[in-house]
């Protein structure tokens, strides 16, 4: 059975970075064609794709947050990271980190870990 579990900091100071991990189990975050997104959703507003780690280290960021944001994986542990720069209070939701397929060109967010909030205030 595959799981995500999103841990970090849950308070982050204004122009500080957030780091968050996801650990996976069940299977390899290397395995041929998988796709790891960090998704998060803010108090009120709808879901974001932040954007996608794949299984060879390519990674494909929301041109909104492109400048900010950074991806990163540790096969040896089964974690992959996100580092999002610069924040401020609009940055506060719950992150999500999600297996993530693709068929026809189309994004499919497969399997979602249970979500970490994450406030940005001072």
């Known amino acids: 059975q595959v799981q995500l579990q999103e841990t970090g900091p849950g308070l982050v100071i204004p122009e500080q970075t957030l780091s968050l991990t996801c650990t996976i189990s069940g299977t390899s975050i290397t395995t041929s064609l998988s796709a790891w997104s960090w998704v998060r959703q803010s108090p009120g507003k709808g879901m974001e794709w932040l954007g996608v780690?794949?299984?060879?280290?390519?990674?494909y960021y929301s041109p909104p947050l492109k400048s900010r944001t950074s991806f990163s994986k540790d096969p040896s542990k089964s974690q992959f990271t996100l580092q999002l720069n610069s924040v401020t209070p609009e940055d506060t939701a719950v992150y999500y980190c999600?297996?993530?397929?693709?068929?026809?060109?189309?994004?499919?967010?497969?399997?979602w870990g249970q979500g970490t909030l994450v406030t940005v205030s001072s």
């Open positions: 780690l794949t299984y060879d280290g390519d990674t």
């Open positions: 999600v297996r993530t397929a693709y068929y026809s060109g189309i994004r499919y967010l497969e399997l």
